[in-house]
């Protein structure tokens, strides 16, 4: 696992290049993303939008779970649609609800999962499971019934699932919600000590105000890419020129 102190100092690798190369995606005849563009090789990067601006829909082409209709997504020079084998060893994603990502019925059995699909025995993969509850101070964990968790607890179980993995880049794609403040905290804290880099995708600005760079997409293209700093107080105050007016066909999608 990947994960520094507990004061989020960095240390390890360098941030993993991401490129997103003219994608296009369409399903049943809507356009979602439009030759959408984009690189980074930062460490940090968030991505606003509305609801159905198509942030969700590019989270999961990141982690390669969607293939574009045109264009292509490399991370580390990796065709994440194409080489799933490579993809599954570099870019891991933590879903906006973790019953959607959690799929057996002990914490153990589900971070062990994983391992085992990259080819490690099932000696090894124990060996890691263990290690990993213990960095989280979860060894307690290892045999509960993942049914038995909050939320919270269920998402804490994805992310050491997707750690274990050892990821250059891991997707999340809206992580807090439905989250109460301390739940939001503690995970932020062990996200932001996490070593590796992060694409954080939202709709809450408050969420994304200490990341590197911010992209904002709006009807599947960037509407406007800087410093969080320069994005989302512009983002900030159309949402509440939107939210203003009375027109609430403006508000769909």
């Known amino acids: ?5 507990t004061t989020g100092t960095k240390t390890g690798r360098d941030p993993c290049p991401v490129v997103v190369r003219n994608v296009s ?9 439009r030759d959408l563009s984009f690189d980074t090789d930062t460490r940090r990067v968030g991505i606003v939008g ?6 969700t829909t ?3 082409m990141l982690a390669g779970l969607i293939e574009p209709t045109a264009g292509e997504v490399l991370i580390d020079g990796c065709n994440v649609a194409k ?8 870019v891991g994603i933590l879903f906006q609800n973790p019953d959607h990502q ?14 085992l699909q990259l080819g490690k025995s099932k000696a090894e993969a124990a060996a890691e499971t263990t290690r990993i509850l213990s960095d989280f ?14 939320q919270g607890q269920r998402h804490l179980v994805c992310l050491m699932a997707v750690l274990a993995m050892s990821p250059k ?31 954080h995708v939202s709709h809450d600005p408050q969420t994304l105000a200490s990341y590197d760079r911010v992209l904002w997409i709006d009807a599947g293209q960037v509407e406007m890419d800087g410093t969080a700093g320069e994005v989302l107080p512009v983002f900030t105050a159309r949402m509440e020129q939107l939210g203003g007016g009375d027109d609430l066909s403006l508000l769909t999608g």
Not at 171 to 198: C, H, K, M, N
């Open 137 to 150: 101070n979860k060894s307690h964990w290892a045999e509960a019934a993942v049914h038995t968790l909050s």
């Open 102 to 115: 959690i799929i057996f019925p002990t914490v153990s059995e589900e971070i062990e999962f994983g391992l």
């Open 58 to 60: 590019l989270a999961r």
């Open 25 to 33: 995606y369409s399903s049943e005849g809507t356009d979602i993303l």
């Open 169 to 199: 880049v891991i997707i999340l794609d809206e992580p807090f919600a439905g989250l109460d403040i301390p739940t939001t905290r503690q995970l932020t804290r062990y996200l932001d000590a996490v070593d590796a880099s992060l694409i």
């Open 83 to 90: 080489d799933r084998k490579t993809a599954v060893r570099t």
């Open 1 to 5: 696992m990947a994960i520094t102190d």
């Open 50 to 55: 509305r609801n159905g601006s198509g942030k």
